[in-house]
């Protein structure tokens, strides 16, 4: 799906908007079951918060990793602590919001996922 994404990504034109779009579109056509909606959605949401425009400012990039939280949560209605991949996105949006580094930013996420080792699937 990630593969897809990324070449649908990069043949397409136009805005930063445009081009998660067509990520959302390649990982969509990819993908089934629910992963591919949730991620298609988290796209989607990237794009909305890059915009119409053909770059952004590298101190902006931690708005897409909210932006792709919040399209998760949209679309699975989950919620922290039900095992799912808003285990990982969540922890990695609250320390990009908190403005941390990149690697902060990934251990975080690493970490969410890690913790749901213990968690019952809900």
């Not at 649908?8 to 990982?27: H, I, R, W």
Request: charged share 15%.
């Amino acid at each position: 799906g990630m593969k897809a994404a990324a070449d649908s990504a990069q043949a397409a034109e136009g805005t930063l908007q445009d081009v998660f779009n067509a990520a959302a579109k390649g990982f969509l056509n990819a993908v089934g079951a629910s992963s591919g909606p949730l991620y298609a959605t988290a796209l989607l949401r990237a794009g909305k918060a890059a915009g119409p425009r053909a770059s952004m400012p590298s101190g902006e990039l931690r708005t897409l990793i909210a932006a792709i939280r919040d399209g998760i949560v949209q679309r699975g209605k989950a919620e922290p602590g039900q095992k799912t991949m808003l285990d990982a996105w969540g922890p990695a949006a609250d320390a990009a919001a908190n403005g941390q580094s990149a690697n902060a930013i990934v251990t975080a996420a690493l970490n969410g996922a890690e913790a749901t080792r213990d968690m019952i699937a809900t």
